[in-house]
């Protein structure tokens, strides 16, 4: 191997493509042709999966910030939820109270309160696709390579939201279907 420029310019970077296991010998190798050939410039190597790696780091800690408050805004969500759903099944203790002893099973109660948590989510998410469709199509304009958004990715979204609102509500709900009816038609 000879490194010289054709255009008679120096050479200050090379990038070689081998198929080597020893890395060492390799590098020892190039080093020694790179000192004879262009004894001028300093011998100095990356490898390219490095500056791949480089060019990217600043994507890979975005998205770890980004994981992290996403992961904030569901706890805070839930919480929310939790809340709100413990504050539907008291307001609505005497309603559960009657169709407890009008013969709902528990099922029914639990699928009542649920119901309205469910249409909220669902009414939310559809109102949320369209914007966070066009946020990551902009987004990804940005890079050469990309991955096309498909449908399932957002179905999957919408799944996941509504299997967290149902395990966030059902504790509250679950407890109100199975409180006594006496003690729900009692409080005043």
């Not at 190039?30 to 011998?43: C, K, Q, S």
């Not at 999957?156 to 006594?180: D, Y």
Request: aromatic share 12%.
């Amino acid at each position: 191997m000879i490194l010289y420029d054709p255009n008679g310019q120096d050479i200050n970077q090379l990038i070689v493509h081998t198929h080597s296991v020893d890395y060492t010998a390799m590098l020892g190798k190039i080093e020694a042709l790179w000192h004879r050939d262009v004894p001028a410039t300093p011998f100095d190597y990356t490898f390219l999966d490095e500056k791949v790696q480089h060019q990217y780091q600043s994507e890979i800690t975005m998205s770890h910030i980004i994981n992290a408050f996403t992961g904030m805004a569901i706890v805070i969500s839930s919480l929310g939820l939790f809340g709100l759903a413990a504050f539907s099944a008291e307001k609505r203790s005497k309603e559960i109270g009657i169709r407890k002893v009008l013969g709902a099973s528990n099922t029914g109660i639990f699928r009542l309160l649920s119901a309205d948590f469910i249409k909220l989510v669902a009414i939310a998410f559809v109102i949320a696709t369209p914007v966070s469709w066009w946020a990551m199509h902009r987004w990804l304009q940005e890079f050469v390579y990309k991955v096309d958004i498909q449908w399932w990715m957002f179905g999957l979204a919408g799944v996941t939201a509504i299997v967290i609102a149902l395990f966030t509500i059902s504790f509250q709900a679950i407890k109100a279907a199975v409180a006594n009816p006496v003690k729900g038609l009692r409080s005043e």
